[in-house]
């Protein structure tokens, strides 16, 4: 499946931002799906993800209540919906779809990155 991530950019600190993830080739909706980042001089982290249905999701703490992840399976596009951000957000985004559910978190394949900055 290739993955093409959109819709970063400039954002003050306490806006929003919603990202998305378009996929083409092999069925989108069999994979989980996920979102990771990777901030300067720091190793890429997954932010959030979501089971092949969209009934499950994952967040990491950091992020939790701020960001929203989801999936329409019918467009094969993945979002990411970004409240409140702060500068510690700014970051490379990447998403991703997952081997399997779970931990460790398997990636199969990676889009390319699309970057949010977060001005304080």
């Known amino acids: 499946v290739q993955l093409q991530a959109s819709g970063g950019g400039l954002v003050q600190a306490g806006g929003s931002l919603r990202v998305s993830c378009a996929a083409s080739g092999r069925a989108f909706s069999i994979y989980p799906m996920a979102w990771f980042r990777q901030a300067p001089g720091k190793e890429r982290e997954i932010v959030a993800a979501v089971n092949w249905r969209g009934a499950t999701t994952y967040t990491i703490d950091s992020v939790k209540g701020r960001f929203t992840i989801s999936r329409d399976n019918a467009k094969s596009t993945l979002y990411l919906q970004m409240n409140s951000l702060k500068p510690e957000d700014t970051a490379v985004y990447y998403c991703?779809?997952?081997?399997?559910?779970?931990?460790?978190?398997?990636?199969?394949?990676w889009g390319q990155g699309t970057l949010v900055t977060v001005s304080s």
């Open positions: 991703a779809a997952l081997g399997h559910w779970g931990t460790p978190w398997e990636v199969k394949y």
